[in-house]
């Protein structure tokens, strides 16, 4: 065989055919005999030196590489890259004069279309056919960026859902002669796939890889149910909670009407404007509302404002070359230093025709910075009454809830207290949250077996400052069974000594509530604790996907702490259940440790106790007496 290999190798080189040479080569590296009958002995370094005249000789050639073929696993030379996503598109640009502003510093319009361009082509990369933007998240611009420096844009899909996917966006600068780089902003766009005859097409799963890359999926889901549900939520605070309408800018006595500030424009769509699906390409509608919004901003403020959020780019519909789109903006409400400006963009054929359509919408939030770079004080809006009073009160509402959002997810762990504040405006985002804390705290991949007795196994993972741990088990439940009982923190002391009882404070939603908690305390304090806890609870999105029940401590005004009580608190805890077969379910139980814990959790990973055993072993028995009881309540929902 090694000859064979041989006279293969001699003929390629021969014959001039670099590719069969590589492919025989390959084969001869693979054994590990040698040949006395041809008078060689292969060794690493004569191998590497041939691949190298190889690999020269064909790329002189202009012939394709395949880099398997120069692979040597036997040698353990095998050409390992580093993983690379496969929807993962990379762009990177130089920014010229022609893309920036008055101030030398990059359009933001001219961003947004690199954003949605590289997106896109991630999308459809993944989707193998045409994709059109559904949607934008929020963007938060860090920085500015100036001639001169590059743009570098990462984009790769999150998760595919049926037609529809979430794509990341990662923008930074370099600067080329510091070598430096600074994060510009991130962004998660939903792109949905266009079949040829059918509209919509059903897209083929996504299997996440890496540790981010599943952290990334899981969390997708809760994005995904976090902007369906934002226009309720904005109804609802509107709706339950008293809005504060007088101006927080009172210190200034300008006062602008609000139609001083609108702003209406027509752009005819071009050839040079469209796709290549032939709709107008996304990027360039952003870049026209961003460039009407600047102009509104200015008319308020009468200087050069900076853009600092857009809050979701929402296209509802396309529009086509020879379509001309109407721009609508005007400022809805300042305050003390910021702004925000609502566009609006509708398309018609023909310019006679009445009727438009409504094809996108957008919020953006400028600022006014001084020579120190701080924000500057704004004039008061007036608004107009009737629909600009009605913008005026949303636009405060946006406001908080943007606050809301930045405080529970934006902001670094450690700098949040455990407890957050529950309301109705942020109920949304804490549920997010939760979910979102718990799936990250999943997809960690540095868990480590710490102890087992009988089938039930406890992991530990050190992180920073925080010590979590997994507590898992399997047993002969149906997972839809198990996830029930488990998310009902009142049956909780049924199996769990340390909690006393439960009190359910507010039903949510149907997967959201808090309870107030009575456990007797783990550590060595005298008094016992209690907790308030949101309870979120999810069925799994897609196949594979796991039952989830996530805990963390809120702060409710109708439970103020009790002396009687030490408050205790939990920042990230909760359930895992997975079907693994038709009979069997694992269950697994994550803690990320608070202070009072931690004792708890090194006595047993000391194997100085084996509490969490006896624990997780009632569990195991409240589960299997009570499922035939949940199995009736199931079917009868």
């Known amino acids: 065989m090694v000859g064979a290999a041989y006279k293969g190798f001699l003929t390629g080189l021969l014959k001039g055919s670099w590719l069969s040479s590589c492919k025989h080569l390959s084969k001869m590296s693979q054994k590990k005999t040698t040949s006395r009958k041809y008078g060689w002995r292969w060794s690493a370094g004569g191998t ?93 611009f860090e920085h500015t960026i100036s001639v001169g420096q590059v743009v570098n844009i990462k984009a790769k899909v999150n998760r595919a859902f049926n037609s529809s996917m979430e794509v990341g966006i990662q923008v930074s600068y370099e600067d080329l002669c510091s070598g430096k780089q600074w994060n510009v902003c991130k962004a998660y766009a939903t792109f949905v796939a266009q079949g040829k005859a059918t509209g919509k097409m059903k897209l083929k799963p996504l299997t996440p890889q890496t540790e981010e890359e ?45 139609e001083k500030t609108r702003v209406e424009s027509v752009e005819l769509v071009l050839p040079p404007h469209a796709n290549h699906q032939g709709n107008t390409f996304g990027g360039q ?14 008319r308020l403020c009468h200087a050069h404002p900076t853009l600092k959020t857009i809050e979701m780019f929402h296209f509802r519909g396309p529009s086509q070359v020879g379509d001309r789109l109407l721009l609508k903006a005007i400022v809805n409400n300042a305050f003390k230093n910021s702004m925000e400006v609502g566009v609006c963009v509708e398309a018609y054929r023909q310019e006679m025709e009445v009727s438009r359509r409504h094809i996108n919408s957008a919020f953006m939030t400028f ?26 009160r949303e636009a ?52 480590v077996l710490a102890t087992e007795i009988d089938k039930v196994r406890m992991y530990t993972l050190e992180e920073d400052q925080y010590l979590s741990f997994r507590i898992e088990m399997s047993l002969c439940i149906d997972a ?8 009902d923190l009142r049956k909780r002391h049924e199996w769990d000594r340390y909690y006393a009882s439960a009190e359910l404070v507010q039903q949510v939603d149907e997967d959201d509530m808090i309870y107030h908690v009575l456990s007797q305390t783990v550590s060595q304090e005298k008094k016992s604790q209690d907790f308030v806890i949101l309870a979120s609870r999810r069925k799994p999105c897609d196949e594979g996907d796991p039952y989830v029940v996530a805990f963390r401590s809120v702060t409710l005004p109708t439970h103020p702490p ?23 379910t694992k269950v697994s139980y994550y803690n990320q440790a608070a202070p009072g814990y931690l004792a708890y959790v090194t006595t047993n990973i000391a194997g100085l106790s084996s509490d969490f055993y006896v624990t997780f072993k009632a569990c195991e028995r409240f589960l299997q007496k009570n499922k035939d009881e949940i199995a009736v309540g199931l079917q009868n929902l």
């Open 48 to 140: 590497k030196l041939l691949r190298a005249h190889l690999r020269a000789n064909m790329q002189g050639s202009g012939s394709a590489l395949p880099a398997g073929d120069l692979a040597d696993p036997a040698l353990g030379m095998e050409s390992k890259e580093r993983y690379r996503n496969p929807t993962e598109v990379q762009m990177s640009q130089l920014v010229l004069p022609c893309h920036t502003n008055h101030r030398g510093e990059l359009s933001i319009g001219q961003l947004l279309k690199w954003i949605d361009t590289t997106a896109c082509l991630s999308a459809e990369r993944h989707a193998g056919c045409p994709c059109v933007t559904a949607s934008v998240d929020d963007i938060y």
């Open 214 to 258: 599943k952290m990334e999926y899981s969390i997708a889901a809760e994005r995904r149910r976090m902007r369906l549900a934002h226009t309720d939520t904005l109804k609802d605070l509107l709706t339950n909670s008293t809005m504060q309408t007088e101006r927080e800018n009172g210190d200034c006595n300008t006062v602008v009407p609000a």
């Open 285 to 298: 509608i952003m870049a026209w509302m961003e460039n009407v919004a600047t102009i509104a901003a200015s």
């Open 367 to 392: 600022v006014v910075l001084d020579q120190e770079g701080q924000p500057s004080t704004l004039p008061m809006v007036k608004p107009e009454a009737g629909d600009g009073e009605r913008r005026y």
């Open 396 to 447: 405060s509402a946006r406001k908080k809830i943007r606050l809301d959002r930045k405080y529970i997810i934006s902001c670094e762990q450690t700098k949040v207290p455990l407890s957050v504040p529950w309301d109705q405006s942020n109920k949304v985002y804490l549920s997010y949250n939760n979910v979102s804390a718990l799936k990250t705290l999943v997809a960690k991949t540095n868990w």
């Open 480 to 487: 839809t069974q198990a996830f029930f009982l488990l998310s």
């Open 562 to 584: 009790n002396p009687e009580y030490t408050r205790g608190e939990t920042m990230c805890s909760g359930f895992c259940i997975w079907q693994e077969t038709a009979e069997l």
